[in-house]
């Protein structure tokens, strides 16, 4: 069988569904980290971030900053660890094919055959390949910046002190962003289980999946606090 005949296998609302699912993940992500007048929470902690690294010049000691960092990276190993986990179960049902398909077959009480099954779950492991990568990058970014912190002197007169401060805040939000990154990938590969029901409930996944996303950026709680004090500090500079 070749490439042609295995596409075939697909109907045409499968690939509508798959666009849709990588369209809304790009979508998000692109929204997410190029808001403008109405800023993500994800861009909002951004100053916060360059502020930690204010203050941290002055701190003595910097025990608050070296912990606050260290939990930053826990955060990203554990990410990561459990990635590869999922990413090695996934490659364990491709490698399982023929349970893999009578159990998805008993799912949808359809009899595709196991190559269709197999794109399915390939699927799922790619998100959780790109989160894996976005966490270990994420989790080395913040290893530079712990060095970076480090050599950034105490002084806040030494010409050093704030050039230094203001590269440690750029390789944490660089590594921030990247952790981010990870997560949406992880959301949108549980949006990708979907699939096994089916096309219509995949667009479906990936429409909730997407509208999820956008909540916590853009309309949720956590927001509403942070544009509180956001507004706080752009009357106290004016």
């Given at each position: 069988?070749?490439?042609?005949?295995?596409?075939?296998?697909?109907?045409?609302?499968?690939?509508?569904?798959?666009?849709?699912?990588?369209?809304l993940?790009?979508?998000?992500?692109?929204?997410?980290e190029?808001?403008?007048?109405?800023?993500?929470?994800?861009?909002?902690?951004?100053?916060?971030?360059?502020?930690?690294?204010?203050?941290?010049?002055?701190?003595?000691?910097?025990?608050f900053?070296?912990?606050?960092?260290?939990?930053?990276?826990?955060?990203?190993?554990?990410?990561?660890?459990?990635?590869?986990?999922?990413?090695?179960?996934?490659?364990?049902?491709?490698?399982?094919?023929?349970?893999?398909?009578g159990?998805?077959?008993?799912?949808?009480?359809?009899?595709?055959?196991?190559?269709?099954?197999?794109?399915?779950?390939?699927?799922?492991?790619?998100?959780?390949?790109?989160?894996f990568?976005?966490?270990?990058?994420?989790?080395?970014?913040?290893?530079?910046?712990?060095?970076?912190?480090?050599?950034?002197?105490?002084?806040?007169?030494?010409?050093?002190?704030?050039?230094?401060?203001?590269?440690?805040?750029?390789?944490?939000?660089?590594?921030?962003?990247?952790?981010?990154?990870?997560?949406?990938?992880?959301?949108?590969?549980l949006?990708?289980?979907?699939?096994?029901?089916?096309s219509?409930?995949?667009?479906?996944?990936?429409?909730?999946?997407?509208?999820?996303?956008?909540?916590?950026?853009?309309?949720?709680?956590?927001?509403?606090?942070?544009?509180?004090?956001?507004?706080?500090?752009?009357?106290?500079?004016?």
């Amino acid at each position: 069988m070749d490439w042609s005949d295995r596409l075939g296998l697909f109907a045409p609302l499968d690939f509508a569904a798959l666009a849709a699912l990588l369209g809304l993940w790009l979508l998000i992500g692109w929204l997410i980290e190029h808001s403008g007048r109405r800023p993500s929470v994800s861009r909002l902690v951004t100053q916060y971030r360059r502020d930690w690294m204010v203050q941290m010049v002055t701190r003595q000691p910097r025990i608050f900053d070296a912990q606050t960092l260290a939990t930053l990276r826990q955060g990203t190993t554990f990410f990561a660890s459990a990635t590869m986990i999922a990413i090695g179960g996934a490659l364990a049902m491709i490698g399982n094919a023929d349970r893999l398909t009578g159990l998805a077959n008993a799912l949808t009480l359809e009899s595709d055959p196991p190559f269709v099954w197999e794109v399915k779950v390939l699927t799922i492991t790619g998100f959780l390949t790109n989160a894996f990568l976005k966490f270990v990058w994420s989790h080395r970014l913040f290893g530079y910046c712990a060095v970076l912190m480090a050599a950034t002197p105490n002084d806040p007169e030494d010409p050093d002190a704030q050039s230094r401060a203001g590269q440690a805040a750029d390789l944490n939000i660089f590594a921030a962003r990247s952790f981010n990154q990870g997560l949406r990938s992880i959301y949108f590969a549980l949006g990708t289980t979907a699939w096994m029901l089916g096309s219509e409930a995949l667009i479906a996944a990936a429409a909730l999946t997407f509208a999820v996303l956008w909540r916590r950026e853009f309309a949720s709680q956590s927001r509403k606090v942070l544009m509180e004090s956001h507004a706080h500090r752009s009357d106290t500079s004016s």
